[in-house]
């Protein structure tokens, strides 16, 4: 079983920057590709970024490239999630997940969940 935690969401105005955080249990992350996503109200969850399990390729969804980071630190077992020049439509709740596959944009493939992180961007 992987617990993992999101940290770092908060209130921040348009044009700023927030970095989420996810760390996870145990020994094994490094076995895992991981992904973040979102959800915002009356809207389905959608994927924000997923990077391999050694951190060598990543990615984040179109719309989102060029703000939105996704890195790794196996040695601390967190995922991280740099998001720059932050839009009100980025308000959500954030996600980060665990994928014992090669990682991809479709939420079935992840295996494990947190509980997420509320993300509030103001105009």
């Known amino acids: 079983q992987v617990q993992l935690v999101e940290s770092g969401g908060g209130l921040v105005q348009a044009g700023g920057s927030l970095r989420l955080s996810c760390t996870t249990s145990g020994n094994s992350f490094s076995g895992y590709a991981m992904g973040w996503f979102r959800q915002a109200p009356g809207k389905e969850r959608e994927c924000v970024a997923v990077i391999n399990q050694s951190g060598r390729n990543s990615y984040a969804a179109g719309s989102l490239m060029g703000r939105f980071t996704v890195s790794r630190d196996n040695a601390v077992n967190t995922v991280y999630l740099q998001m720059n020049s932050l839009k009100p439509e980025d308000t959500a709740v954030y996600y980060c997940?665990?994928?014992?596959?090669?990682?991809?944009?479709?939420?079935?493939?992840?295996?494990?969940w947190g509980q997420g992180t509320q993300v509030t961007v103001s105009s």
């Open positions: 997940a665990a994928s014992k596959t090669y990682g991809s944009s479709w939420a079935a493939e992840y295996d494990y």
